[in-house]
């Protein structure tokens, strides 16, 4: 079981840091992604981190001011965004998958978790 939180009302320019806790014994074992749905939009890949931690993939459009990271010993993987726009304002969910690798595509992630709203004022 996946549940992300961390979301809130930020000002454009702003950071946050956004939370995705698992239950669970083999949490170190799965690989996990967050990803984000604009209101009228479709969901769209953020960025992901592998299960060990070593290697990470991120979409363009937060690239460079986003950090991802985990803390297996505490079931959680961690967003880090920087330098917020109005256009980051979205519901973000955090995803897991067993194999390796870090896909884009959110059918190839197996289990979700609810999401957790991020909303940033200009």
């Known amino acids: 079981q996946l549940q992300a939180s961390g979301g809130g009302l930020v000002q454009a320019g702003g950071s946050l840091r956004l939370s995705c806790a698992a239950s669970?014994?083999?949490?170190?074992?799965?690989?996990i992604a967050w990803f984000r749905q604009a209101p009228g939009k479709e969901r769209e890949f953020v960025g992901g981190?592998?299960?060990?931690?070593?290697?990470?993939n991120y979409a363009d459009s937060v690239k460079g001011r986003s950090t991802i990271s985990r803390d297996n010993a505490k079931n959680t993987v961690y967003l880090r965004m920087n330098s917020l726009k109005s256009e980051d304002t979205a519901v973000y969910y955090c995803?897991?998958?067993?194999?390796?690798?870090?896909?884009?595509?959110?059918?190839?992630?197996?289990?979700w978790g609810q999401g957790t709203l991020v909303t940033v004022s200009s």
């Open positions: 995803a897991a998958r067993i194999r390796f690798g870090v896909p884009v595509t959110e059918n190839d992630y197996n289990y």
């Open positions: 669970g014994r083999t949490f170190s074992t799965y690989t």
């Open positions: 981190i592998t299960s060990s931690g070593i290697s990470t």
